[in-house]
Structure formats: C-alpha cells, structure tokens
C-alpha cells in the first residue's frame, strides 16, 4: 500500500527553504557588513536591496500556478494563456489536462518572464507555454533550455527596445 | 538598424519563403529550420520589429482544443521581398555550420 502524502509537506518544505535563503543572505550581509570599512548606510542600502529581490523572487515563485491578472497593453486576444484556460496556471483547472512543461521549468520560464518589460514577458511566457505543450516529451528539456539561454539576451534586447521607445515619446512635442 | 543575416536567420526565412502565403507557429517553424524554439523567438521578434513578418494569436477555445493558442507568424509582403533579395545577396551557410545548428540549437 501507499504511504499517504500530506498535501501541506510541499508548503512546508518550501516555506522552510525560502526562510532558509533569506536567512542565509541575511547573515552573509551582515558579515560582511560588520567586517567592512564602507559606511553603515551603504551596507544598509545592500541589505534592503537584497531583500527586496528575495522578496520578489519568493513572491514570483510564489504566484506560479495561481491565475494571471497583467493586463497585456498590445491588444492581442490572448485565450488559453495563465490565468484563463491554460498554460501554467490554467493547466490543472477545469480538467483541461494539457501537457506542458514541469513545475520546475515553469517556475524557470515564468521568472525570466518577469524580467522583461510586461507585456513582452507576457508574450515570450505564453508563446513557451503553447510550444512547450505540444512538443514530445523526449524534446521538452531541450526547448526550455534553450528559451532560458536566449532570456538574458532577450531581456537585455526588450529593455533596451523598451528604453528607445520612452526616449522618442520624450522626445516628441505636446 | 539593418538586420544581420545570419545562418539561423537565413533559416527561418527560407522556411517563411518557402509558402509566403502562408502562417506558421513556434513549433512548425522549429522542426522546419532544425532550430531550437528558444532559439527562433528573438529571430521572430526582430523580423517582426523590421516589418518583415507579422503575427496573431490562435482564435480558438483552448479548454476544447486541450492546447494553449498559437502564435502564428507570417511574411508580410514587403517582408517577403526584402527577405528574397537579402538571400539572394547572402552566402549559403556552409554544411559545417548547418550540422553545428543541429546538434547544438545555436543561438543567432
């Protein structure tokens, strides 16, 4: 017979590890903070910083697998993205029973997401998810790992994209 | 800025061009050009930003399909000439390079 799974244990050890990180960034900065000859507030600044991106990291990773509320700015009749019908929050709801990525590889794709502009995150996510739910099995891994490959240059690019337009709107009279 | 043709791009234009009529999403234009999907995105994105191609989601109900929407892609008509005098203009890639692609998914 099968063990039971205590459906709180995942909760837990993952509650666990994230206090874990925290603690370990903490302790670390502060370590060095105590043995630096830079001011208290510059060390401060790191800390708070610090925190900031643990506490947006776990607040992501977090959010994986609950519905998709950003708004997309370009329009797009976007069905079967998160949130709605599928993908990676929508995958389990409704008995819809789509294939796709694992929760690792979601929780991969969905924070690089976020370090896009938006809308484009939005886009590149929802375009991985479609593929990534209709490719084989065998050649899954290899489609993620190549979408997270090309994230940082992406990221970089959508920026920079992101930047010029701001720059030419500024620029612009009225 | 003028986009650089490289090897992978080449390939994904030769596979627009080869129906320009017609729309193709991620996973088709993936296993036509050998590349890896993460590999053809910022390809896409740029040929979209130069004009060259469009796209649009897939109108359909996932929940009845039991798949997410597609992303289609298609050449648009100044796209379909200016990608058919660039590779006219372009060197082919060589067989080396083209096994590299294969194997590796080699980023443009």
Known sequence: MMPAVDPREDARKSRARVV???TSITLVAATIASNSRYR???????????????????????????????????GDSRRG????????????????????????????????SRLMPGPAGDRWLAEAESLLSEIATARRGAAVRSYLRTAPRLVILLWARQALRAAARSRRPG | MALRLTVQVQLVLQAFLRDPASELYGLELSEETGLQPGTAYPILLRLEHEGWVTSRWED?????????????????????????????????????????????????
């Open chain 1, 20 to 22: 874990a990180v925290m």
């Open chain 1, 40 to 74: 208290d507030w510059v060390w401060a600044l790191w800390l708070i910083s610090f925190t900031i991106i643990i506490a947006f990291t776990t607040i992501s990773m977090r959010q994986v697998g609950r519905p998709y509320r950003r708004r997309s700015a370009d």
């Open chain 1, 81 to 112: 993205r998160r949130g709605r019908d599928g993908g990676l929050g929508g995958r389990a709801r409704d008995g819809a029973q789509m294939a796709g990525p694992t929760a690792h590889q979601s929780r991969s794709l969905f924070i690089a």
């Open chain 2, 60 to 108: 359909i109900d996932p929940r009845a399909e039991k798949r997410p929407a597609r992303r289609y892609y298609r050449l648009t008509a100044n796209g379909a000439v200016q990608a058919s005098a660039r590779l006219a203009g372009a060197s082919r890639p060589s067989g080396a390079a083209l096994r590299r692609l294969a194997e590796g998914g080699g980023v443009a």
